[in-house]
T-cell receptor, first 119, second 112 residues
Framework: EAGVAQSPRYKIIEKRQSVAFWCNPI?????LYWYQQILGQGPKLLIQ??????VDDSQLPKDRFSAERLKGVDSTLKIQPAKLEDSAVYLC?????WGGGKEMNTEAFFGQGTRLTVV | DAKTTQPPSMDCAEGRAANLPCNHS???????VYWYRQIHSQGPQYIIH???NNETNEMASLIITEDRKSSTLILPHATLRDTAVYYC?????????????FGQGTTLQVKP
C-alpha cells in the first residue's frame, strides 16, 4: 500500500516569498491533516479536512497560510508571504475516517514531511 | 481539551523492557489514549491505542489504569531502532471528527 506522499522534501526561500506544499493522501482516506513541526517541538495541527470540507482550522494563521483540498483528494498548503518563524517541517497525514463511533479508532498515517527553511 | 504529561527523556538498555509513562488526569469518558512515535527525520508512526482495557499488538502493550488517569506504553524488548520521540495523545473530539494534538513527547534513548 502506498503511503502519504509529500513534495517537495526540502525548500529554501527568502522571507516574504511564497511557497506551496503538496500532499497526496492514501487512496480512500477521507480525512487529511496538515501539521507544522518546529525543531524540538511536537507537531502542531494547522488544519483538518474531511473530504473537501474544512473541519478545523483554528490554529491556521489565516493572514498568510491557506490550504485547499480540491475534489477531496490531494491537498496544497500555501504560505504567502513567508516569515523566518515559518521555518519548520510541514507534515501531512491522512486517515480512513475520523468520526463518531467505530470510525474514531482509525489511525492516522503521516508522510515524510517538507522541511522549509526561510532565510 | 484533555492534556497529557510525559517525562522529557528516558534511557533504556537494549533488550530490556522500556516503560514509558503518561499522565492524562483530565481525560473524559469517551476519549481514547493514543501512542505515536517519531524517529529522527520521519513522520510520526502509529503504535497503539486504547480506551480503558489493556491492549497489545506486535509493537507494544498499553496499560491503562482503572481510573484512566494515566497509562504506560511498554516496549517489551527494546532495540536500538526504538530510539525515538514517543507521544502520548488523548484524542480530542471536534464536532463529528477527532483530531490528534501532540505534546512534547518523551525522547527514548535505547543504549547498547
Amino acid at each position: 500500500e502506498a503511503g502519504v506522499a509529500q513534495s517537495p522534501r526540502y525548500k529554501i526561500i527568502e522571507k516574504r516569498q511564497s511557497v506551496a506544499f503538496w500532499c497526496n493522501p492514501i487512496s480512500g482516506h477521507a480525512t487529511l491533516y496538515w501539521y507544522q513541526q518546529i525543531l524540538g517541538q511536537g507537531p502542531k495541527l494547522l488544519i483538518q479536512f474531511q473530504n473537501n470540507g474544512v473541519v478545523d482550522d483554528s490554529q491556521l494563521p489565516k493572514d498568510r497560510f491557506s490550504a485547499e483540498r480540491l475534489k477531496g483528494v490531494d491537498s496544497t498548503l500555501k504560505i504567502q508571504p513567508a516569515k523566518l518563524e515559518d521555518s519548520a517541517v510541514y507534515l501531512c497525514a491522512s486517515s480512513f475516517r475520523w468520526g463518531g463511533g467505530k470510525e474514531m479508532n482509525t489511525e492516522a498515517f503521516f508522510g515524510q514531511g517538507t522541511r522549509l527553511t526561510v532565510v | 481539551d484533555a492534556k497529557t504529561t510525559q517525562p522529557p527523556s528516558m534511557d533504556c538498555a537494549e533488550g530490556r523492557a522500556a516503560n514509558l509513562p503518561c499522565n492524562h488526569s483530565t481525560i473524559s469518558g469517551n476519549e481514547y489514549v493514543y501512542w505515536y512515535r517519531q524517529i529522527h527525520s520521519q513522520g510520526p508512526q502509529y503504535i497503539i491505542h486504547g480506551l480503558k482495557n489493556n491492549e497489545t499488538n506486535e509493537m507494544a502493550s498499553l496499560i491503562i489504569t482503572e481510573d484512566r488517569k494515566s497509562s504506560t506504553l511498554i516496549l517489551p524488548h527494546a532495540t536500538l531502532r526504538d530510539t525515538a520521540v514517543y507521544y502520548c495523545i488523548v484524542r480530542v473530539a471536534s464536532g463529528n471528527t477527532g483530531k490528534l494534538i501532540f505534546g512534547q513527547g518523551t525522547t527514548l534513548q535505547v543504549k547498547p
